[in-house]
């Protein structure tokens, strides 16, 4: 077969996958969870033939169009370069070890097949993402993925924190596609095509009129999607899905195509040095914020949602300082490390029967129920902190060269105070993310107390996924040296100057973090644990699903994140009240907009049609007054109309034969 | 029709100058008319019926001024033989009040005597606006003769005849129908 | 003769049958109206077609017809008041107001209709 065929393919299996489980999910309950794996397994080992066919040179074009489109054609087309052929495997892998990770995660649930041909068709739309070459087709993946997170993020629906969160997912998600919308038929109308390649080489040759219009309007698109500052709030609230969701959208669909859109159409966006600048301070804030943010949460899943949108925030940095070759470095690394955080961190509440850092660090020896948890947890930490030689050093180190060169004007694709922003916010996160990092590690297995409950082994699905993520988390770092040749060949090797730098900060926050766990532990007295969830012994799924129920405990004094965010936790632990923020800016305007329409509805726009309704009433009142009965009576009225028509018709006769 | 002809034949004719059938055709009409309206205003119904003898019986008498010999006969046998003698006998199975009924007349009389005075006057006016200078030539054989009549009806008009014959033998099994007393349902 | 008479004897025929139509109460004097136009008719059929002298006589038969035609319809609309005189023991004709529009439920009768019923 033709690599065109094959990577035609990939896209098209887990999309057929998903169609035949949603049609034999009643029917045939045994082929559910092969019709789930299977071919989004084959999906990742096309994708990686792809890969290995393209092999990082020159990219694979191919379109067909189906049908005219007007003056803008739109083709299915692919464009396949070692950006696409490499973000493809990682899709396809990260998928497979969800969809193998679920069926142990959710072995009891009733709603699983949907479940999992939803996961199907979100891999399927994202993979579309990342292979089309033209950017209609490519809306259509980006749009699939918006629904399919509606649904996924919802799957607990019987919770309303889980309705809201997926319906303030899917609205902030749309907030942003709108301007995205927009953008592109900016983009099409300004190249006069929606082909990729034909938009780069309309860049190229300056035909496109508002770079900057387009680029921020594109933005806009990408901040919702890649949950970047203001558009970032859905994401936490999206913890409210299944655990292998979070790991889907985290670290290989939904967020991701944000950033790898941007990646794709890198010079659109560096013809205007606005929007890089835009999008520099945008990492900047996002990178920072949620750093802060990450430091305060009791939640694991949202400590590590906030994480994920520092983490988003450093490709986002990179971006802007106009390498991509890092920002899809640090994509690749971090999905690898991400999707077995949140994995490893399904296990831990499945465990610990709660999903509350504060409830953790209040029993003792979970780490030993769950090895398998605690090892490529520690492993996925080490990368998350950026420790060497774990994967996410030299992906990070990779972003903040970039920064480091663009400030000291080495590389002039964007201005140099996007590459002084990006470089400060850079190491500060660095220092930030090395003390969540291990804030999170020590209030989760070094807690004091009474033993955790012990539940059994987890099931082998669970497991095997989590050490063939640790893996590439420990040594996908390694591949820098070859991976120059995939990207643009701008060397991602990491320098002195940052990695001292960055590992020195990382180093700093780690260990002021934990003398300040040290200090508090030493001055709390070890408490009562705290409240468990109904069913400990249940699958996993339904330990989340319970968890999500729970009260948080009180403040604990042993929290090293209080101590060290001081007056600021607070407003941390709350996401900078972004929330009320929007409450205030958008949802009561709605909401006042709406009464006003309601009001004008009921009573402005209800006269007029109960007037239409009376005045017919009323006319119909006087016709049945008529209706006597007396046959006399109509008969009357019947000739002298004859008689008045008889006479009208003479005179007018008269009147015409006299004229 | 030129106006120098028109002049000469109401010259011929005279306007102010009745020949002696058209003052026979007024009298009888007067008479006809008279009849009519007690016969749709007394207060009496068996004088009603009466009355509307007189009425029919004059215009026979019409007919026969009209040289329509046929229709004059058939009118008297038919309407003032068979129509009329009905319609008292509808009266009398109606048991309709002998003497003066005070209401014989409804509320609709104020409207009705409007309509009617407008429908006379609209029509009077078209039919004196449309024959003032028309005369109808009543010289030579009589047009309604009973051997005319007979010619005709059963040459060209047979097949209407014929069909005419069907309706009233229809009318007739549908007015025993109505009038015949249903014993079951007065059971 | 001049045509008018005829004509205009024919018109007040019509319009007086007209008023017996419309002003009479008791079903049997309706159709003695009735009878009237009728006979205006007749009376216009057969003086235009002695004006017109039609060869085929079409006035003269049409007015046959029409007898013969007003005959059934007398003995039809007879047989029709009798039976309405039967069930319902009068023969008035604004008295069977069955097509009436019937108050709805509730509703109080107007105060016509209070009058109609004492008479």
């Known amino acids: 077969m033709t690599t065109t065929t094959l990577a035609v393919l990939v896209p098209l ?13 009643r029917t045939a309950p045994g082929f559910v969870r092969p019709l789930a794996v299977l071919p989004t397994l084959a999906a990742a080992v096309l994708a990686a033939v792809v890969a290995a066919r393209q092999g990082g040179g020159k990219a694979i074009d191919a379109a067909t169009q189906l049908t005219p489109t007007g003056s803008v054609p739109i083709d299915l087309s692919l464009h396949i370069d070692g950006f696409a052929a490499l973000v493809a495997v990682l899709v396809g892998v990260i998928a497979t070890c969800v969809q193998i990770y679920s069926t142990g995660y959710l072995r009891d649930d009733p709603r699983y097949p949907s479940y999992a041909a939803l996961v199907s068709l979100f891999t399927s739309a994202m993979l579309v993402v990342v292979y089309s070459g033209d950017l209609m087709v490519l809306l259509v993946g980006w749009e699939i993925m918006g629904i399919c997170s509606y649904f996924l993020v919802g799957h607990y629906w019987e919770t309303p924190e889980a309705r809201s969160a997926s319906l303030k997912a899917f609205l902030v998600t749309k907030l942003g596609d709108v301007p995205f919308l927009i953008g592109l038929f900016a983009l099409g109308a300004d190249a006069g095509t929606f082909r990729i390649t034909g938009v780069l080489g309309a860049v190229a040759s300056g035909g496109i009129d508002h770079p900057t219009l387009v680029a921020l309007l594109l933005l806009a698109g990408v901040a919702g999607k890649s949950a970047q500052f203001p558009l970032h709030t859905w994401l936490p609230d999206a913890m409210a899905g299944p655990t292998p969701v979070s790991a889907l959208i985290h670290a290989a669909t939904m967020v991701a195509a944000g950033i790898y859109f941007v990646a794709r159409l890198l010079p659109v966006f560096a013809a205007s040095a606005a929007a890089m600048t835009v999008l520099a301070v945008m990492a900047a804030i996002t990178m920072v ?3 802060l943010a990450a430091l305060a949460q009791d939640d694991i899943k949202r400590v590590l949602a906030y994480s994920t949108i520092g983490q988003l925030g450093y490709m986002a940095g990179a971006l802007a300082v106009g390498d991509r070759g890092a920002a899809v470095f640090h994509l690749l690394s971090h999905a690898a490390f991400k999707a077995l955080l949140f994995l490893a961190a399904g296990a831990v509440i499945h465990a610990a029967g709660t999903n509350s850092l504060t409830a953790m660090s209040r029993m003792s020896g979970l780490a030993k129920r769950i090895p398998d948890a605690y090892w490529t947890m520690t492993v996925a930490l080490l990368a998350l902190a950026a420790v060497p030689p774990f994967a996410g050093f030299f992906s990070k180190e990779a972003v903040l060269v970039a920064a480091e060169h663009t400030a000291l004007g080495e590389r002039d694709v964007a201005p140099a105070g996007a590459g002084w922003i990006v470089l400060v916010a850079g190491l500060l996160t660095a220092l930030l993310t090395a003390a969540y990092a291990l804030r999170l590690w020590l209030r989760t297995f070094r807690g004091r107390g009474p033993e955790a409950p012990d539940h059994g082994r987890q099931p082998i699905a669970m497991t095997s996924v989590l050490w063939v993520l640790a893996i590439p988390s420990l040594g996908f770092g390694l591949t820098v040296t070859h991976l120059d040749d995939w990207f643009d060949g701008h060397p991602l090797t990491p320098t002195l100057t940052t990695a001292v730098l960055g590992t020195g900060l990382a180093a700093a926050g780690a260990v002021i973090t934990y003398a300040v766990w040290r200090t508090l532990a030493a001055r709390t007295p070890v408490t009562a644990p705290v409240p468990h969830v109904a069913h400990p012994d249940a699958e996993a799924g339904q330990v989340e699903a319970e968890a999500l129920h729970l009260p948080h405990p009180a403040e604990d004094p042993a929290d090293p994140g209080r101590a060290l965010l001081g007056p600021l ?3 941390a632990a709350d996401g900078f009240h972004l929330d009320a923020v929007y409450r205030t800016a958008f949802v009561r305007p709605v909401l006042a907009a709406a009464s006003l329409v309601r009001f004008l509805d009921r009573e402005v726009v209800d006269t007029y049609v109960s007037a239409a309704g009376n005045s017919a009433k009323g006319l119909g009142w006087l016709v049945r007054r008529a209706q006597t009965g007396n046959v006399q009576t109509y008969l009357s009225a019947l000739l002298a109309g004859s008689v008045v028509l008889a006479i009208v018709a003479v005179a007018l006769a008269n009147a015409v034969a006299g004229a | 029709m030129t106006l120098a ?5 109401t010259a011929a004719h005279g306007f102010l100058s009745p020949t002696g059938v058209e003052v026979a055709f007024l009298l009888v009409g007067l008479a006809t008319l008279g009849a009519a309206l007690l016969t749709v205003t007394t207060r009496q119904l068996v004088h009603a019926a009466l009355w509307l003898v007189v009425a029919l019986g004059g215009l026979a008498v019409e007919y026969l001024l009209l040289t329509a010999e046929f229709i004059a006969w058939v009118q008297v046998l038919i309407y003032v033989g068979s129509v009329v003698v009905l319609l008292l006998f509808g ?24 309509v009617a005075l407008a429908a006379a006057a609209a029509l009077v006016w078209v039919v004196v606006d449309a024959f003032r200078t028309t005369w109808i030539d009543l010289d030579g054989p009589a047009q309604g003769s009973t051997d005319v009549m007979g010619q005709i009806l059963f040459q060209h008009w047979v097949l209407p005849f014929e069909a005419l014959s069907v309706l009233l033998l229809a009318a007739l099994v549908g007015a025993i129908v109505l009038s015949r007393k249903k014993k079951e349902d007065e059971s | 003769m001049h045509l008018a008479y005829p004509a205009v004897l024919a018109a007040l025929l019509f319009a007086v049958g007209l008023y017996g139509v419309l002003a009479r109460r008791n079903a049997i004097l309706v159709l003695m109206s009735v009878e009237l136009m009728l006979n205006a008719v007749n009376l216009n059929l057969v003086a235009f077609d002695v004006w017109l002298r039609d060869t085929l006589h079409a006035g003269q038969a049409l007015t046959l017809f029409t007898i013969a035609i007003a005959a059934a319809e007398i003995g039809i609309g007879l047989s029709i008041v009798l039976m309405v005189h039967r069930n319902r023991g009068t023969s008035d004709i604004d008295r069977l107001r069955d097509t009436k529009e019937q108050p709805a439920a509730g509703e109080q009768p107007s105060a016509e209709e209070k009058a109609e019923a004492a008479a």
């Open chain 1, 13 to 25: 299996l887990p999309f057929l996958g998903s169609a035949a489980g949603l049609l034999l999910g």
């Open chain 1, 289 to 291: 914020g949620s750093g």
């Open chain 1, 569 to 571: 936790h607070g407003a």
């Open chain 2, 5 to 9: 002809a028109e002049a000469a034949r």
């Open chain 2, 91 to 114: 009266l009398m199975l109606t048991k309709a009040p002998v003497g003066r009924s005070p209401d014989a007349d409804s509320g609709n009389r104020p409207v009705a005597l409007a």
